[in-house]
């Protein structure tokens, strides 16, 4: 059985140039919550993956999906 490699997440809010530690967690769902939490008031945070900062694009294929991402893209809608 091959080792899984446990990543760490933190959820940061910017403000005036500073950094304020919302979240430290290893649980995935647990960051994701928060994240869509904090979108969902409009409070741009940042999610950092094992020290590394994700792109605003690569937290929410993280934490939404990528077929809910390619949704938010105008479409013109399916016929039924």
């Not at 990543?7 to 960051?31: F, M, N, P, W």
């Not at 792109?55 to 939404?64: F, G, N, P, Q, R």
């Amino acid at each position: 059985m091959a080792n899984k490699t446990l990543h760490c997440y933190e959820l940061i809010i910017r403000s005036q140039g500073r950094d304020l530690l919302v979240l430290r967690t290893c649980d995935l769902a647990k960051i994701k919550r928060e994240y869509n939490g904090h979108r969902a008031r409009q409070v741009y945070s940042r999610i950092l993956k094992d020290g590394r900062e994700l792109t605003i694009s690569e937290a929410d294929k993280l934490c939404v999906g990528a077929a809910t991402i390619s949704g938010l893209i105008f479409q013109e809608p399916a016929k039924a």
